[in-house]
């Protein structure tokens, strides 16, 4: 999945996690690149196992949030909101291979 700026702008995306792992940053190389500058080329990558889900800041300049508090680990849950550079999430469930 690639995110171009203007798909960007003041937009709260609906997220459904896939089982695994999912890279996200600004490079091509990830699972879903969003072409922010506010996104670090390799920014966070989201694991998810069963019914549990995790995101994992991988030392992004401007940090990962969920709900608001910065996270360099976190679990994560449906009506979660999580914020990577100035791109907006909101979770909505994770979808089981």
């Known amino acids: 999945m690639v995110m171009n700026t203007l798909q960007m702008v003041e937009t ?28 670090s080329f390799h920014h966070a990558k989201i694991t998810a196992l069963k019914n549990v889900a995790y995101i994992q800041d991988l030392g992004s300049t401007n940090g990962t949030y969920v709900n608001g508090k910065l996270a360099d680990y976190q679990l994560l849950y449906p009506g979660d909101h999580v914020k990577i ?9 994770i979808i089981r291979k």
């Open 12 to 39: 709260l995306y609906d997220l459904n996690i896939m089982q695994g792992v999912t890279t996200i940053g600004r490079s091509e190389g990830n699972d879903m690149v969003l072409s922010l500058e506010t996104v």
């Open 85 to 93: 550079g100035s791109c907006k999430f909101v979770i909505s469930g």
